[in-house]
């Protein structure tokens, strides 16, 4: 168990519709990160929080926004859903601060199974 | 965006040495490399980081190569549990970008 909290677990929704995803981070830490991973395309890194504050965007569609409230959790907000948009999505999270350097490691939860009908 | 090459499979004996390569030519002075693993159903873990020495922990090994250019993931012994995607990932701007991994597949 890596103390990181991903809900849901598995959604099924339909194209157009808009879901939230949710992400406690571990105890402690300070950064949280999105990833979705889809079978065709890895892991692709969609942003980054640290603290409140958005620190880095990766791919994220303009469709797709988040936010890090003051208690430290996050959630990934994904609007007009598309047939493409089923993935995993991973959160992660880190004790930060990003320093860009890459020092701490990432503790990612077990992820939210979208699947876009 | 910083790359990593891995090669997309490899094969192991259980209780072997496994050795897992990584080409990273594209690094920058103070990017550390990470190395992270994701085993089936579940989200990756974090396995092991450097930035020019070799490094040992209680999973693994990490071998740096000089020039930094390379790094190579040794699993001492490998076990079944160990079948996983690898990933070798360089730190740009605090963005952690994953490649697509090596597949390591352990034959009992």
């Known amino acids: 168990d890596s103390g990181v909290t991903q809900t849901p677990k598995h959604l099924i929704t339909a194209t157009g519709q808009r879901v939230t995803l949710r992400c406690s981070p571990r105890s402690g830490d300070l950064s949280v990160y999105w990833y979705q991973q889809s079978l065709d395309q890895g892991l692709q890194f969609l942003i980054q929080y640290y603290n409140g504050e958005e620190r880095a965007k990766g791919n994220i569609l303009e469709r797709f926004s988040a936010q890090q409230f003051p208690d430290l959790h996050s959630e990934l907000n994904l609007s007009s859903l598309e047939l493409g948009d089923s993935a995993l999505y991973f959160c992660?999270?880190?004790?930060?601060?990003?320093?860009?350097?890459?020092?701490?490691?990432?503790?990612f939860g077990e992820g939210s199974r979208l699947t876009v009908l | 965006d910083a790359k990593t090459t891995q090669p997309n499979s490899m094969e192991s004996n259980e209780e072997e040495p496994v050795h897992l390569p990584c080409n990273h030519s594209?690094?920058?002075?103070?990017?550390?490399i990470h190395w992270y693993r994701q085993l089936p159903s579940q989200g990756p873990e974090y396995v092991i980081h450097?930035?020019?020495s070799n490094v040992n922990n209680r999973m693994a090994s990490l071998a740096i190569a000089e020039d930094r250019k390379s790094s190579t993931l040794i699993l001492h012994r490998a076990t079944l549990r160990d079948a996983a995607v690898y990933y070798c990932?360089?730190?740009?701007?605090?963005?952690?970008?994953f490649g697509s991994g090596t597949k390591l597949n352990v034959k009992p």
């Open positions: 990932i360089l730190i740009f701007v605090n963005k952690f970008y």
């Open positions: 992660a999270s880190s004790v930060g601060p990003p320093t860009g350097k890459g020092t701490g490691e990432l503790f």
């Open positions: 450097g930035l020019t």
């Open positions: 594209t690094i920058s002075g103070t990017d550390y």
